[in-house]
């Protein structure tokens, strides 16, 4: 069964910038399109960003779009978060998980990691 591992998190002003990585094991990173989704204490689990498995079509929520970056790097088997510019709002814990080709803005399987945490401060 595939694991993902997320990291990267931390304590940051805003402003600053993160990197989180989303590394895989289990299964070959490539065979998926990959998403971000985050989920702030009290708040649904939403989606910050996805790209697609092979075309590199990448999606963005309207709250990230210009400030965030999706990649991947299928031969170590790893997604990134690069995020810029960051605010208060976006504190949360950041999972990533595989998304439906067709529907990219959700999540595809009911399997999470831990996720890690972001803070922001002001």
């Known amino acids: 069964q595939v694991q993902l591992v997320e990291s990267g998190g931390g304590l940051v002003q805003a402003g600053g910038s993160l990197r989180l990585s989303c590394a895989a094991s289990?299964?070959?990173?490539?065979?998926?399109?990959m998403g971000w989704f985050r989920q702030a204490p009290g708040k649904e689990r939403d989606f910050v960003a996805s790209?697609?498995?092979?075309?590199?079509?990448?999606y963005y929520a309207d709250s990230v779009k210009g400030r965030f970056t999706i990649s991947r790097d299928n031969a170590k088997n790893t997604v990134y978060l690069q995020m810029n510019n960051l605010k208060p709002e976006d504190t949360a814990v950041y999972y990533c998980?595989?998304?439906?080709?067709?529907?990219?803005?959700?999540?595809?399987?009911?399997?999470w990691g831990q996720g890690t945490q972001v803070t922001v401060s002001s």
């Open positions: 790209v697609s498995r092979s075309d590199g079509k990448t």
């Open positions: 998980n595989a998304v439906p080709e067709e529907l990219p803005w959700v999540w595809r399987y009911d399997v």
């Open positions: 289990g299964r070959t990173l490539s065979s998926y399109a």
